[in-house]
């Protein structure tokens, strides 16, 4: 099983590796597109233009400008900012990730629960109206974007019901530090919680559904029948527990995903001064060291994500142990 | 319950499908006997619906479109349309029930002791070290070597043999006294398929346990049973003790399926005889006697369903005049081939 | 040991049974939420599609032209299009409301003083539009990805498996944000074609692009595991030719998983298309989309918000009916699944 992880982990240090050198392409060797131009602005002179490119290094050979960043990215950690000149890349998204986390975090937690509760309500009542409308509620909850989802939320919340005993407890906008005001912190992730576990509580809801489904039809259920234990516990100790494998592996991915910047719409639209958000302004303003750093910062987690998912995995499915 | 009353006495019991295109029955109109500490084996081809006679008896047809009739009495006890409660505290304890397929009988997260203990838990107070003691006796007992290992092992360490003795071992584990099994050897190769034979022929011995054992296969019937059912389009066409069918069989199928049989001895036939025709479909079964249109000696009197009859205990579901039977017999011991 | 071989059937065969594809689409005929879906989406499509005759003949005024000082008739009284703000501090101006009435201004201005409904209609076109060659550019990538990588394994497959997992392993979000804002700026060229920025096929692309691993492994695998079938190994044995085998045996049963993946993958083209154009990255000016229109909407969102409010309800309602048709084709082609459903 060493074996098995050590080689996990040094495919995993080659796909980093694959995915920092094609974010740097995108950004820097795109035919047609100059970063210097960019950072000097538009109508700047010839002069200036050589000046931008040799202060940034940007007339150097492709490699040595690879080698340059990733250098000041992880060794010396001294990366500044193209367009906030002087400000320094790493630790502003260090300090964006607390507030990431707190709010992916929080929703995974919604989510998780949701999604098991409507999956074997749904699985166990198959065909009934139960069933029905869960699954109508969840493939709603699929099809609506989380921004305009969270755009609503807002009017409901800051504006149309604010005064009204409902949600006048809603702070405005924006991100409360657990460790100034956890009360605070708590009130302002409410609804930003909501708001994105709304999409993946559909989700999972719906794939834990099918699956405990297919499940059921297997025949060791049967088995688990004509021992005498009772409906309930062959649902959820031998039906949901042989379907988890699938949900933990969606999650593990999601999970990632999300926390590497795939909440930033969510937290564009809250105010929330996650990675998300520091990517998406880095993006606009064409910071390109802020995009590099968050870009590979969110592979990273993506990654990371799949590699933890792989040892779970091992985990709860013994029969991935003994194949490796 | 004294020792000459009927362990489960199945009475015309029928299992129908609420299909597309109507009504499939697959069952239809069961009804048999069986004793304390007895082998019944229930022989039959896929579609006789042998499995589904088994499946009704544990409770186990829960398709929204089944249609359950007749009874099943089980010590006295009816059980279709038993709630889940009671039905739960007889499944797994009195009656047990293994399948088919070894290999994907088990559930594939938990450890065997973990399957084995839940069960005896379920039924009996005993604490989870007991259990996982009784689990390591149990499988012991069914000959897996390194029992205390095995407990601790997942189900697709062991073999396709080796699971299915799991499998037996867990069915038997809160002493049942009826143990129903279907097809219990059929995916096994075939020295497994011995083995587990005689395992099971030594329940009756050594566990007090009946048996009935379905199959398509009549040396399995040979080896173990004690009665003998055979099953065609959803009925009993023939039931008998097992030498008494064996030696003289009654109804023209149960020829056709002994007449089909290489024979160990004389002269090597140029083809394998077989029954010309194919089973009926179910939900369009004939009028009358299901066999009749494949039947050479089909004639008016098999338009109605015939009822069983016999003497002796072994009856047959066939009409053909008792001496014009013995003649037939005699002819088909000739070596001669049934025809169209 | 019983052998029963048929000679001769036993008793006649009611009909002929009928093929996959006829049993699919007797299932689907009867599937009424499916069938309403469709009908959802045939009236979204033609609306849509009608926008130009909306913008001519309902509303009367040019849905793109700015019309800060235009002027209307309601209820017999001319009202200005942008009325001082009553909200706040009382400065600025606030776009007219809906007036519910079949003409102008169905459901108000936006703060340019532009026709909503209009709007609504033509950022439909070129939602679905987007959504639709996305999709097709996507399958069909995906799958001639997916085949070739299954199909003949080896380095061919490696190499294509890493490209995408590579590609899968960029959040997909992130992903389009980056293409779209490096590509946004200026045009770029793939071989002889120009896509200038401001088109609406930069956009098409990026979306294109990003889904292709989320369709390719799947088809991979499912050809991986055809490879293996016993019917393929006997088309060996038979002495096919690959051609041959690819054709007749690997791509009918890959067709099935390609079309349930196309309403599954139009619906997340649509979210993907209207997430990257609220971000201004997606589609530009003067081009509209469901994703602009709600960002138009995002300054009036207290005080007129049914700008924000009618984009997102026409994206909700599009891509549920996607949904809906989408579970309905891949019950119809689940062979294991009866006309009567549960």
Redesign the interface.
């Known amino acids: 099983m060493l074996a098995a992880l050590g080689f996990r982990l040094g495919q995993m240090v080659l796909?980093m590796f694959?995915?920092s050198i094609?974010?740097f392409l995108?950004?820097f060797a795109?035919?047609?597109?100059d970063p210097s131009a960019?950072i000097a602005g538009r109508n700047a002179s010839q002069e200036t233009l050589l000046q931008v490119r040799h202060d940034f290094g940007l007339d150097r050979p492709l490699p040595v400008q690879y080698g340059l960043m990733m250098n000041r990215l992880f060794i010396s950690r001294d990366l500044t900012s193209f367009v906030n000149r002087g400000q320094l890349v790493v630790p502003t998204v260090t300090e964006a990730i607390p507030v990431t986390l707190s709010l992916v975090g929080g929703a995974a937690v919604l989510w998780v629960l949701g999604g098991l509760v409507v999956g074997v309500i749904a699985g166990a009542t198959?065909?009934s109206f139960v069933d029905r409308a869960l699954m109508i509620l969840s493939?709603?909850g699929?099809?609506?974007?989380?921004?305009?989802l969270g755009?609503?939320a807002?009017?409901l919340t800051?504006?149309?019901w604010h005064d009204t005993w409902l949600f006048s407890w809603v702070p405005p906008l924006g991100y409360v530090p657990l460790t100034e005001d956890p009360w605070g912190w708590f009130k302002a992730l409410i609804i930003p919680w909501f708001t994105l576990a709304t999409l993946y509580v559909g989700l999972y809801g719906r794939v834990l559904r099918a699956s405990l489904i297919e499940m059921m039809q297997?025949?060791?259920i049967?088995?688990?029948?004509?021992?005498?234990?009772?409906?309930r516990?062959v649902l959820l100790?031998?039906g949901l527990?042989?379907s988890l494998?699938a949900f933990v592996t969606m999650f593990g991915l999601d999970f990632g995903?999300l926390v590497?910047?795939?909440a930033?719409?969510t937290e564009?639209v809250f105010g929330l001064q996650g990675v998300g958000k520091l990517?998406?302004e880095a993006?606009?303003t064409?910071d390109l060291p802020m995009?590099l750093a968050t870009?590979i910062y969110?592979?990273f987690f993506?990654?990371m994500a799949?590699f933890i998912v792989d040892v779970v995995f091992v985990f709860?499915?013994?029969?991935a142990r003994?194949v490796r | 319950m004294s020792a000459d009353a009927p362990l489960l006495v199945v009475e015309d019991l029928t299992v129908s499908f609420r299909g597309d295109e109507g009504l499939v029955q697959a069952v239809g109109g069961v009804s048999f006997t069986v004793k304390q500490r007895e082998i019944v084996g229930v022989v039959g081809e896929s579609g006789s619906g042998k499995s589904q006679t088994l499946l009704a008896i544990m409770g186990l047809i829960d398709s929204p479109r089944a249609v359950v009739s007749g009874s099943i009495r089980f010590m006295g006890q009816e059980l279709i349309g038993l709630n889940r409660r009671a039905l739960d505290a007889i499944r797994g304890r009195q009656i047990a029930m293994i399948f088919q397929d070894p290999m994907s009988a088990l559930t594939p997260v938990h450890t065997i002791g973990n399957q084995i203990g839940e069960q005896v838990r379920a039924h009996e107070k005993v604490s989870a070290r007991a259990a996982r003691a009784r689990a390591v006796q149990l499988l012991d007992a069914v000959g897996i070597a390194n029992p205390g290992r095995v407990v601790d092992g997942y189900p697709h360490q062991l073999s396709g043999g080796m699971r299915q003795r799991a499998v037996i071992a867990m069915a038997l584990s809160c002493n049942p006294v009826l143990l129903v099994a279907d097809e219990p050897t059929t995916a096994l190769d075939v020295t497994v398929q011995a083995q587990i034979l005689e395992l099971i022929g030594r329940l009756r011995d050594e566990f007090g346990s009946a048996v009935i054992l379905v199959t398509h296969d009549l040396g399995v019937v040979a080896e173990v049973a004690d009665q003998v059912l055979v099953m065609y389009g959803g009925r009993i066409v023939e039931e008998g003790g097992k030498g008494s069918v064996f030696r003289t069989p009654l109804h023209p199928y149960t020829w056709g399926l002994f007449g089909s049989i290489a024979p160990m001895e004389g002269e090597r036939p140029a083809r394998l005889a077989a029954i010309p025709g194919a089973p009926p479909s179910l939900s369009n079964l004939p009028t009358g006697c299901a066999f009749g249109p494949r039947c050479a000696y089909h004639h008016d009197d098999c338009l109605v369903r015939p009822p069983l009859v016999g003497a002796g205990g072994h009856r047959a579901a066939c009409v053909l005049p008792e001496t014009k039977r013995r003649h037939l017999k005699i002819q088909k011991a000739a070596g001669l081939e049934m025809q169209q | 040991m019983v052998n029963v071989i048929a000679d001769q059937p036993a008793a006649p065969v009611r009909r002929a049974t009928e093929g996959p594809w006829r049993t699919a689409w007797r299932k689907l005929k009867r599937d009424r939420s499916a069938l309403a879906a469709f009908g959802v989406l045939v009236v979204i499509v033609i609306a849509s599609l009608a926008a130009p005759l909306y913008a001519r003949y309902v509303s009367g005024t040019d849905p793109f032209v700015t019309n800060l000082n235009g002027e209307i008739v309601v209820d017999g009284t001319t009202q200005p299009v942008l009325q001082p703000s009553t909200e706040g501090l009382g400065l600025g101006t606030t776009p007219i409301g809906p007036t519910w009435r079949l003409g102008p201004y169905l459901l108000g201005a936006d703060n340019q003083g532009r026709d909503v409904a209009a709007r609504l209609l033509y950022g439909g076109r070129d939602s679905l539009l987007i959504a639709g060659a996305a999709a097709v550019l996507c399958l069909v990538l995906a799958t001639f990805l997916g085949v070739v990588s299954g199909f003949f394994g080896g380095l061919v497959d490696i190499g294509l498996s890493r490209i995408l997992d590579v590609l899968w392993a960029f959040p997909i979000f992130l992903l389009a944000i980056s293409l779209s804002i490096v590509l946004i700026a200026q045009s770029i060229w793939i071989g002889p074609f120009e896509i200038r920025s401001g088109s609406l096929w930069l956009p098409v692309f990026i979306i294109g692009i990003v889904y292709v691993p989320y369709v390719a492994r799947p088809i991979r695998g499912h050809v991986l595991t055809l490879m293996q079938a016993e019917f393929v190994t006997a088309a060996i044995g038979l002495g096919a030719s690959p051609w041959r085998i690819l054709w007749r045996d690997i791509m009918p049963n890959v067709v099935t998983r390609i079309i349930v993946f196309v309403p599954l993958i139009l619906a997340l083209n649509m979210m993907t298309e209207s997430s990257l154009s609220f971000l201004s990255i997606g589609v530009q000016p003067p081009d509209a989309s469901w994703g602009t229109i709600i960002q138009d909407g995002q300054g009036l969102l207290y005080s007129r918000p049914i700008v924000a409010l009618a984009p997102g309800l026409a994206i909700v309602i599009t891509v549920l009916a996607l949904n809906i048709l989408g579970d309905g084709v891949r019950d119809a082609l689940d062979p294991k699944s009866s006309p009567r459903g549960v």
């Open positions: 796909v694959g995915i094609v974010a995108i950004f795109t035919p047609g597109a960019r198959r065909g493939l709603v699929v099809s609506v974007p989380v921004f305009w755009e609503v807002n009017l800051q504006s149309r297997e025949d060791f049967r088995t688990a029948r004509a021992k005498g234990i009772g409906e516990r100790h031998h527990r042989t494998v995903a590497g910047g795939g930033l719409l564009v990517t998406y993006l606009q064409l995009i870009v969110a592979a993506v990654v799949n709860i499915d013994p029969r003994d």
